[in-house]
Structure formats: C-alpha cells, structure tokens
C-alpha cells in the first residue's frame, strides 16, 4: 500500500464548479499535512498548510480526519488558473522534515 | 523575498559522467532538501541538510550526495550517471523552527543523461 494515496483523476471541471479531492495516508503516526499544486514541468507551489480543526484560504478548504486518516481539499468557484496538479503531501513519522508526496489529482477547468 | 533558486535550469550529460546541481535557499532558512521527479513519477525525496550535515537521505544509491554550505546553500552530486537518472531535480528550504516544517521549492534542473 502507497503511504500516500489520491483521487486518480483526471478531473475535468466547468468554471465555477466545486470540485473534491480526496487523499489517505497509511501511517497514522503522521504529523503534519499539506496540499502542493503543480503546474505542467514547473515547481510543486504551496497552496495550504492543513490543520486538525480545518481551514478555508479563499475559495480553497482543507480538512484532516485523523482517525480516518483522510485528507481532503475543497475548490470552490473553480476558474480556469485552477488547472493543475494537487499534490497530497504528508510528513514521515520520525522524520518529520521528510515529505512524502502523493502521486498527485490532475485538474483542468473548462470555459 | 527571492526564492529558491536552483541551476543550472537544464543539464545534458551522458551516461557515467557526473552532474553538479546547485540550490540557493530563501534568506533565512536552514533546511535545504532534493527531490527526484523521473517522468511520470511522483516526487522522491533523496536528501536533507541542514545546517552543513546531511540529516536523512531517502533510498538512493550512494552515487547521489550532496553538501551544504555555510551560507546554507547546497549541492547535488550524481556520480556515474545512469539513463534513468533523467529527471526534474527540485530543491525546496525550510525554517527549521516552524513545527509543519512549510517547504518552498525551486524551479528545479533539468537533468537529461544521454
């Protein structure tokens, strides 16, 4: 089993829509949570840091389900510059500075 | 703020030549980590320095190595290149103080090994 799993996708959205996407990781001794996008041959770009109690930045919402060992990300209003890669990215347990990186959700939002 | 920054931005080498890869981390951070992405993968973590001492390596050959500098700044070593060592390098730094431990990447060296 992967240690970080995701949605396969791709997802192929209309502007405006709400779209989901879902993330488990195998060990429940992970610390820390976060969500990555990445554009086509570019950089992984931080989008969100995601905490036990939730968060919303904007039109974007993460949550933490520990005890399910689920994260998920949600993008409301979705516009055309949404279109990219999301990367599901959860700390190693012992190793709390190694990120382990889920193969990523490919998005792309049609006009 | 400048970011990370990575070069050379491309690197062509043939096989069982050594490739050199340089990363400048954002001002203030002491934390540098590589990263692979072969083609069609995901991101590998290969490597973490901080501090000028390797801390973790990920599960790579010991022809991949590396150093940190005392301004923080590193270097990739790749010995003895092979084909599938093509790839995006990327290079992210962190604060080796804040708990979720936020890493910011660069925009990575193409490295194409013929």
């Known amino acids: 089993r992967k240690e970080v799993e995701q949605d396969p996708g791709p997802f192929n959205v209309p502007e405006g829509a709400t779209v989901a996407f879902n993330c488990t990781y195998s060990?429940?001794?992970?610390?820390?949570f976060f969500w990555y996008r990445q554009d086509c041959r570019k950089e992984p770009k931080l989008l969100m840091s995601v905490y036990s109690s939730g968060n919303e930045d904007g039109r974007f919402t993460a949550q933490l389900n520990r005890a399910s060992q689920y994260i998920s990300l949600l993008i409301r209003d979705s516009k055309l510059s949404d279109s990219a890669t999301y990367l599901c990215?959860?700390?190693?347990?012992?190793?709390?500075?190694?990120?382990?990186f889920g193969s990523g959700t490919q998005l792309t939002v049609l006009p | 703020e400048a970011g990370v920054t990575q070069s050379p931005t491309h690197l062509i080498k043939t096989r069982g030549q050594q490739a050199t890869l340089r990363c400048s981390p954002i001002s203030g951070h002491t934390s540098v980590y590589w990263y692979q992405q072969a083609l069609g993968l995901g991101l590998q973590f290969l490597l973490w320095y901080d501090e000028g001492e390797e801390r973790n390596r990920g599960n790579f050959p010991p022809r991949f190595s590396g150093r940190q500098f005392p301004n923080y700044s590193s270097e990739l070593n790749v010995n003895a290149l092979e084909l599938e060592d093509s790839a995006l390098y990327l290079c992210a730094s962190s604060l080796v103080a804040q708990y979720h431990n936020e890493q910011f990447f660069g925009p990575g060296t193409r490295l194409t090994v013929l």
């Open positions: 060990n429940s001794a992970s610390q820390s």
């Open positions: 990215v959860v700390t190693r347990p012992g190793s709390a500075r190694q990120l382990t």
